[in-house]
T-cell receptor, first 112, second 116 residues
Framework: EAQVTQNPRYLITVTGKKLTVTCSQNMNHEYMSWYRQDPGLGLRQIYYSMNVEVTDKGDVPEGYKVSRKEKRNFPLILESPSPNQTSLYFC???????????FGEGSRLTVL | AQSVTQLGSHVSVSEGALVLLRCNYSSSVPPYLFWYVQYPNQGLQLLLKYTSAATLVKGINGFEAEFKKSETSFHLTKPSAHMSDAAEYFCAVSDRTYNQGGKLIFGQGTELSVKP
């Protein structure tokens, strides 16, 4: 089954404790992206990757890092999480010129 | 720069009534337009997309949307609402440079409630 898989789905952590949210897709897509969803703000892009070893900032990259060492994986790293990073995070992938994205089921992160 | 505005953060309809979710976009180039649906505790799923072919686009679950360039709109409709349509709906626009670093811009979302 074609899918984008994120882990963990739910996480409660404390300020400053480094964490990684993993994302893996099995569709051989070149393009991958991370979004955060907050009430009233819709989805905002954090980082994206056009292909292996190619990453770039989206609209809200501060406090996040990403890497793209393999085509299928695109982890999101929070080096020192803060409460304003409490949010619902989505990973997505695409290989289409139309920009159609395939989304993971989301990771709900709470930073205390 | 592109942007998307969804009119109404919450829309409530009765089962069997017409569903109309409004989306207006701003784009300096011909856009690609999308509607996504998000059911509770799930990721976003593509409902339909406009990519410069027919202006009336049909999607899944009986939804359709019409691209109106003169009104810069891409409203989503369904003739008869079903309880299972209750979800959050997002309109999105792309500037067609997607594979050269362009991106999808999302609206704020509209939560649809369906009353029995």
């Amino acid at each position: 089954e074609a899918q984008v898989t994120q882990n963990p789905r739910y996480l409660i952590t404390v300020t400053g404790k480094k964490l990684t949210v993993t994302c893996s897709q099995n569709m051989n897509h070149e393009y991958m992206s991370w979004y955060r969803q907050d009430p009233g703000l819709g989805l905002r892009q954090i980082y994206y990757s056009m292909n292996v070893e190619v990453t770039d900032k989206g609209d809200v990259p501060e406090g996040y890092k990403v890497s793209r060492k393999e085509k299928r994986n695109f982890p999101l790293i929070l080096e020192s999480p803060s409460p304003n990073q409490t949010s619902l995070y989505f990973c997505a992938s695409s290989n289409s010129n139309t920009g159609e994205l395939f989304f993971g089921e989301g990771s709900r992160l709470t930073v205390l | 720069a592109q942007s998307v505005t969804q009119l109404g953060s919450h829309v409530s309809v009765s089962e069997g009534a017409l569903v109309l979710l409004r989306c207006n976009y701003s784009s300096s180039v011909p856009p690609y337009l999308f509607w996504y649906v998000q059911y509770p505790n799930q990721g976003l799923q593509l409902l339909l997309k406009y990519t410069s072919a027919a202006t009336l686009v049909k999607g899944i679950n009986g939804f359709e949307a019409e691209f109106k360039k003169s009104e810069t709109s891409f409203h989503l409709t369904k003739p008869s609402a079903h309880m299972s349509d209750a979800a959050e709906y997002f309109c999105a626009v792309s500037d067609r440079t997607y594979n050269q670093g362009g991106k999808l811009i999302f609206g704020q979302g509209t939560e649809l409630s369906v009353k029995p």
